[in-house]
């Protein structure tokens, strides 16, 4: 009978997807975009701001706009100017939407506080500066669940782990790549990167027991660039470029490295392919750069497993991609994803739609998702914890948490040396200052810094609640 050759159409709430510009008005124009030749995205965007790299002559800026001043950028507008050299990599803190790190071709990480209210001069002292890196920094990308762990990758082929909190160093991962990185990405709790290099291989890595715990060469045969993100249930999705440059996908089991769960070509432009994940909905979006399309797909359990969904096309094509985190999407008009393109000389947002009739909240569309809060301190990561993000609701839409100050914490050096020669200054001291006494008062201001930590998060959590109760009541 005719009805068995019908194919059946997959049932996906994602099928209708659909991607549209914002109104001329809503975007961010005459912003001078960088040109360095780089693979990054150029662009990062939280709930509440877009920043995105610029020209700058003689050093390295970014420009940080508040997502509500849309329009024309005034050219006195104040930049992030600190580094010496290019900036080539810029990332959000997931946990604070006032943070952000920065890395550049001047061999240095720094990461800045950005105030709520906009500055009125240039940006020019980071909260912190990370030196450790003898080449150019190209990529940096914070930890999904530890606070104040950074990661950067430069072009020493050297991956280094970062506590931001006090300015050091924790992991330096020097021996696995021959070559140079092309892309790093985490998985969804922060216990392995996934990382791509010039040598042609995927590499599985434990960074805490700095340890490859799988690899593979040449998921695709190409010699262009190769790009790897972590999606659902730990499986790697990559893009790259087969023997005959055509554009391929890929997704991969690290159980079974050897065979790809499903391969697809796509077309034969030369734009590295960038891949954003959102584990919400499983769905992967593809921004080339330099073409003017966004393709996207879904990942699901059952053959093909990667399934093309739509592409939303426009005619001109994207120098980067800022890609908003699932909080800062405006769930009464059923958006699951938005997204920041990169013209030469303007910032246009496309919002990703699925199509509902009812005004009421879709909780199929959003469920729980990743909060501002983080899961773990950098120590209790370092010495071998790992925690999955802390959900929120998206129910009643999210709101941006008051202004909170990055502290950084110098250890101070004197803390770990006895003070060198012989101390002569007694006399301003009781020299019967006994040992069990000084270890009571100690204890006092133990107990006393605890008391204030205490105080502190209860003081913030209050605010919060204020801060939601007056938004509420606009």
Known sequence: PPAMSRRVVRQSKF????????????????????????????CAVNPKFVAIIVESGGGGAFIVLPLAKTGRVDKNHPLVTGHTAPVLDIDWCPHNDNVIASASEDTTV??????DYVPVRNITEPVVTLEGHSKRVSIISWHPTARNVLLSAGCDNLVILWNVGTGEMLLALDDMHTDLIYNVGWNRNGSLLVTTCKDKKVRVIDPRKQQIIAEKTKPH??????????????KIFTTGFSRMSERQLGLWDLNNFEEPI???????????????????????????????????????????????????????PQRGMGFMPKRGLDVSKCEIARFFKLHERKCEPIVMTVPRKSD????DLYPDTPGPEPALEADEWLSGKDAEPILISLRDGYVPIKNRELKVVKKNILDSKPPPGPRRSHSTCDSDFSQPALEEVLEEIRALKETVQAQEKRICDLENKLCQFTNGTD
Request: charged fraction near 25%; proline fraction near 5%.
């Open 221 to 234: 045969d190409g010699t262009r660039p190769i790009r790897a993100i972590f999606v659902a249930d730990g």
């Open 360 to 363: 009421l909240f879709q909780d």
């Open 110 to 115: 720094m990461v800045w506080q950005i105030p």
């Open 262 to 316: 499903a391969l697809q070509e796509m077309d034969t432009s030369n734009g590295v392919l960038l891949p954003f994940y959102d584990a919400d909905s499983s769905i992967v979006y593809l921004c080339g750069k330099g073409d003017s399309s966004i393709r996207y797909f879904e990942i699901t359990d059952e053959a093909p497993y990667v399934h093309y969904l739509n592409t939303y096309s426009s005619k001109e």
């Open 15 to 42: 099928r209708h997807v659909f991607g549209q510009p914002v109104k001329a008005d809503q975007m961010y124009e005459d912003i001078r975009v960088s040109k360095v030749t780089c693979d990054s995205s150029f």
